[in-house]
Structures are given as structure tokens and as C-alpha cells.
């Protein structure tokens, strides 16, 4: 079974200050995407990674595949209130693709 | 339409009551997904919806579950003789069916079992 486990669970942190999401798993993906959901929504994708050591930028995001295709990490330079959310990883599994999720990232940004 | 369109938004029904949850997706998204997400965890994936294939029923988890995908377009999630347990957000998501395109997500439905 393809797990993906991300830390921390929860981050409160001020704003303006940096952080990193780490989603790891003990399974090769052959892609990785990011989600962001907001209370009451839907997730929203980030950005989907498909090499190994891939590094992705999306102004203050950078996402980042690691060279083996197990993990991946989100970080957040100077961190605004409007960043907060809960934030997903998710990667295709099982026979038909379908994405299997992460266990979730809640980030608190405190003005 | 623009999005994928859910309803209702918010359900609440009495223990052993049967629910209905729809979900319209996007014109041309081949691909159909539910996963049901409770408060502030990740999403757990229910059943996919492929073209004319048959459903990727895997993730249903009784037979109180069902679900059907009528030409191709709107979808239908259906809990019978519901538990508390079933109380949570389900959500329905569309896809293309090529390249590395994510899901499109609708704004879900929240379901409270009295």
C-alpha cells in the first residue's frame, strides 16, 4: 500500500517568517503534486513535479521532488496571513492512477 | 460549466435515513473521482469514474456505498441507511484524461448524521 506521510501535522508561525512541509513515503511516485484548501473549499492544485530532483518555484513556494522519487517539500519564504491553509501532497497509485493524498499540513499564519 | 458543481453544499439527515450527494463536472473531464474527508485530515478515495470502463470501486467502504456516473457527465453518491460514521465532507473531483493535469475539485458536500 502507498502511504504518503507529511510533517508537520500543524504549523502556527508569524508572518514574514519561512517554513518548510515535508511529504515523504516509502514508495516510488512517478509524479507528486501539491494542494492548497481553504475552509470550505475544495483543494486547489499547486504544482505537480515529475523529476527526480526536480525543483519548482511559484513566487514564494518552492516545491522540490527528491532524487529518488519518495519525497517531496514545500517551503514558504516570508509567510503571509493569505498562506494559510491546509496543504496536500498527493501522488498516482494503484492500478487505475487514481491520486492517493497525504495525511495534510495545517498552516497557521499569524498577522 | 466553468467548474465542478456539488450539492447540496450541506446535508444534515437522521441515523438509518438514505442520502443522495451529485456532482456535475466539468464539460470534457473524462475522469470522475469521490473521496470523502474528515474534519482537517487528508482525503480518502472512494470510487473513479473512467469513460465507458468500469468504476474503480476500491475505496467504497461498506455496501451501504454506491455511486453511478449517467452518460458519461453527472454523478451520483448514494449512502444508504447512513451512519454517524459517515458524517463528513465528500468531495468530487474531474479530470482530463491525459498529461499531468490535477484534479479540479468541487467545493464538496458536508454530511452530518444525526
Known amino acids: 500500500t502507498q502511504l504518503l506521510e507529511q510533517s508537520p501535522q500543524f504549523l502556527s508561525i508569524q508572518e514574514g517568517e519561512n517554513l518548510t512541509v515535508y511529504c515523504n513515503s516509502s514508495?516510488?511516485?512517478?509524479?507528486l503534486q501539491w494542494y492548497r484548501q481553504e475552509p470550505g473549499e475544495g483543494p486547489v492544485l499547486l504544482v505537480t513535479?515529475?523529476?527526480?530532483?526536480e525543483v519548482k518555484k511559484l513566487k514564494r513556494l518552492t516545491f522540490q521532488f527528491g532524487d529518488a522519487r519518495k519525497d517531496s517539500s514545500l517551503h514558504i519564504t516570508a509567510a503571509q496571513p493569505g498562506d494559510t491553509g491546509l496543504y496536500l501532497c498527493?501522488?498516482?497509485?494503484?492500478?487505475?492512477?487514481?491520486?492517493?493524498f497525504g495525511t495534510g499540513t495545517l498552516l497557521a499564519i499569524q498577522p | 460549466g466553468a467548474g465542478v458543481s456539488q450539492s447540496p453544499s450541506n446535508k444534515v439527515t437522521e441515523k438509518g435515513k438514505d442520502v443522495e450527494l451529485r456532482c456535475d463536472p466539468i464539460?470534457?473531464?473524462?475522469?470522475l473521482y469521490w473521496y470523502r474527508q474528515s474534519l482537517g485530515q487528508g482525503l480518502e478515495f472512494l470510487i473513479y469514474?473512467?469513460?465507458?470502463?468500469?468504476?474503480?470501486k476500491s475505496g467504497l467502504p461498506s455496501d451501504r456505498f454506491s455511486a453511478e456516473r449517467t452518460g458519461g457527465s453527472v454523478s451520483t453518491l448514494t449512502i444508504q441507511r447512513t451512519q454517524q460514521e459517515d458524517s463528513a465532507v465528500y468531495l468530487c473531483?474531474?479530470?482530463?484524461?491525459?498529461?499531468?493535469?490535477?484534479?479540479?475539485f468541487g467545493s464538496g458536500t458536508r454530511l452530518t448524521v444525526v
Open positions: 473531483a474531474s479530470r482530463v484524461n491525459w498529461g499531468d493535469y490535477g484534479y479540479t
Open positions: 469514474f473512467q469513460g465507458n470502463s468500469a468504476p474503480d
Open positions: 498527493a501522488g498516482p497509485g494503484g492500478a487505475t492512477n487514481k491520486l492517493i
Open positions: 513535479v515529475v523529476t527526480g530532483g
Open positions: 514508495s516510488v511516485f512517478s509524479s
Open positions: 464539460s470534457g473531464h473524462t475522469a
